[in-house]
């Protein structure tokens, strides 16, 4: 049995998410888990670094997979890169030791939340950015983030908080990047709870429309009380760009 | 009667091309006239610069159109891209002289042949990218591309060549821009025959692919025999990317 590690890229518009379901295969794990099955002969498990929800991205989500099959990597990607629909691909596959899993040895996550910032069309665009018509005031918004950078509780900024397990999380960098009609959000962290990083964008959106003032992150975090922070931004603008591990494994 | 030019920019994936036709509405001037119609109250057509045929693009087509609302050109534009489809879009809309036509004025168009020139998959430009797995000899396109520009007969480069039109054309530049995966064929021109870029990319491919010598460009030139020249590359990579005008009208 040999460990393969691989990067995965997908247009999430028409799936329900990563996860696989029971009774759909409409998830990019689920298409990813057919096509090696096929190719293994046996039914085999892509385990990811992560869900991802209905809709969202990825440039750069990581993957692995235990196979039997006696082929190179080279082979594998090109087998199952013939398989897979045209919105999901493996850009990379390569042999990690056993011990490799993808969800567990994950150390940090990058995801940008990419913003039209233009009352202009954006056919190009479309389904990866989410439009927004007025000016937002980059500054405010980089101050605001700045508030948000280190180890936190992140409650107030997570869908369905549970009691029992930790919302304490790191972020080591937020940027807010500025392109002609383009504002991206982009969040490094250890790792992110329940619609973490659409939460904080929604709310260093509305420090962007004026609504709110960097300073007012500090109390939302200390409170803890998800009603405190912003709105949760649409999946559409959300991809996954990359998960790093220790050692490059 | 105020006449106005404008920029348009589609995705031309589902459209059959530019021109409207009576028995549909599936294309990008039958769109754009309905909507137009609707603001006027009346029956108005859409001049374009040219047709783009089905399953082709544009970022910067340009068109002419003549209305006796009273609007602002910001709120016509506004008007008009609420009620088209979120596949096409007007960029920019302006008071025009009565004289202006935007076919007619036109003197020199740039398409942008795209092309994914990689074995991996290319899920974020599958739409608006054509693929070629083996990689492409770049400078023997560029050698092959320099017999093209200039006036010349390129009958060779036509779909369908009439004998009482002239077949004679100007190609200002032609650059062949290479960007990670990506190999763009870009060329300027005075006009463009029907299907010309795509038989020029075409031709110019095989070059890159070591099928032509980029000496040939010449006796297919010549002899004007369009079998000579090569393959009619696919719609979906073709974007028409800018019209210009004289004295910037």
């Known amino acids: 049995m040999q460990n393969y590690k691989m990067i995965i890229e997908y247009d999430g518009s028409r799936y329900k998410g990563w996860q696989s379901q029971k ?27 992560g869900r991802t929800d209905a809709g969202v991205h990825a440039t750069g989500q990581a993957a ?15 087998y199952v890169n013939q398989y897979l629909p045209e919105d999901i691909g493996i850009i990379e596959i390569d042999k ?10 994950a150390t940090k996550k990058t995801y940008c939340y990419r913003i039209f910032n233009s009352s202009d069309p954006n056919v190009f665009g479309r389904k990866w950015m989410y439009e927004i018509r007025e000016p937002l005031d980059i ?17 107030a900024f997570c869908a369905r908080a549970q009691k029992k397990k930790s919302t304490v999380r790191t972020i080591y960098q937020i940027e807010i990047l500025q392109n002609e009609k383009e504002v991206d959000v982009v969040v490094t962290g250890n790792g992110f709870l329940h619609h973490m990083v659409r939460i904080i964008t929604g709310t260093l959106v509305e420090v962007g429309e004026g609504k709110r003032t960097p300073r007012d992150m500090v109390e939302i975090m200390e409170k803890g009380i998800r009603k405190n922070a912003g709105i949760t931004m649409p999946a559409k603008g959300l991809t996954l760009c990359n998960v790093e591990y220790e050692n490059e494994m």
Do not use: W
Request: hydrophobic letters at 40%.
């Open 23 to 49: 009774d759909t295969d409409v998830t990019i794990q689920g298409k990813l888990n057919s096509v090696f099955s096929a190719l293994e002969g046996r039914s085999v498990e892509v385990q990811g670094s």
């Open 64 to 78: 692995n997979v235990k196979l039997t099959v006696d082929k190179m990597p080279k082979e594998i990607k090109d």
């Open 96 to 105: 990690a030791p056993e011990r490799f899993h993808a969800r567990l040895c």
């Open 139 to 155: 500054p405010a918004m980089r101050r605001a983030a700045q508030y948000l950078v280190g180890r936190h509780d992140f409650a």
